[in-house]
T-cell receptor, first 117, second 110 residues
């Protein structure tokens, strides 16, 4: 039962253009969503997050959009840079017993982003 | 401030051997987690802890054990290693929802 899905295993974009990474979820109890970036041989690093009470959150070149009715979120990177080439994971939390998830995250499979110079 | 550290970085085990993966954080976070990542897959939660002396199972706990005697340390024990436990293991700590990850331990069971 894959509660968080990233249906695109990979994405290739040109430097300077927009990168759009997508994520779908099935658990309507999720109330907090995060994007992590992972370079080879390193642990994931936090990129940006959004609470379910918002539909957009922006941080520099990175913007996350949340569509709760569609159970869909996306990460936009503008402009894309070669250093953005990495694996991007979508993650979700919330809906645990007693109303708390103890910060536990459910991850998608990841999308490999390649930005070409 | 080292963040989350994990040892060892790499390890090869024979089937049936045991080992402990070490994890230490210096951010005074109450919550700590162990994940495994298999090729082409996302991270799956093995065990988590909400504070010293309190641990609970995640999505894939079979074949593993944990303990949390201090806020800083959260070791993961593999008993009777099996080829299915070949994976990359990540430890993380969190003040709440944003988790901070260690660099990972790549484990191969032959």
């Amino acid at each position: 039962d894959q509660q968080v899905k990233q249906n695109s295993p990979s994405l290739s974009v040109q430097e300077g253009r927009i990168s759009i990474l997508n994520c779908d979820y099935t658990n309507s109890m999720f109330d907090y969503f995060l994007w992590y970036k992972k370079y080879p041989a390193e642990g994931p690093t936090f990129l940006i997050s959004i609470s379910s009470i918002k539909d957009k959150n922006e941080d520099g070149r990175f913007t996350v959009f949340l569509n709760k009715s569609a159970k869909h979120l996306s990460l936009h990177i503008v402009p894309s840079q070669p250093g953005d080439s990495a694996v991007y994971f979508c993650a979700a939390s919330g809906g645990g017993a007693g109303g708390t998830s103890y910060g536990k995250l459910t991850f998608g499979q990841g999308t490999i982003l390649t930005v070409h110079p | 401030n080292a963040g989350v550290t994990q040892t060892p970085k790499f390890r090869i085990l024979k089937i049936g051997q045991s080992m402990t993966l070490q994890c230490t954080q210096d951010m005074n976070h109450n919550y700590m987690y162990w994940y495994r990542q298999d090729p082409g897959m996302g991270l799956k939660l093995i065990y988590y802890s909400v504070g010293a002396g309190i641990t609970d199972k995640g999505e894939v706990p079979n074949g593993y054990n944990v303990s949390r005697s201090t806020t800083e340390d959260f070791p993961l024990r593999l008993e009777l290693a099996a080829p299915s436990q070949t994976s990359v293991y990540f430890c993380a700590s969190s003040p709440w929802d944003e988790q901070f990850f260690g660099p990972g331990t790549r484990l191969t069971v032959l």
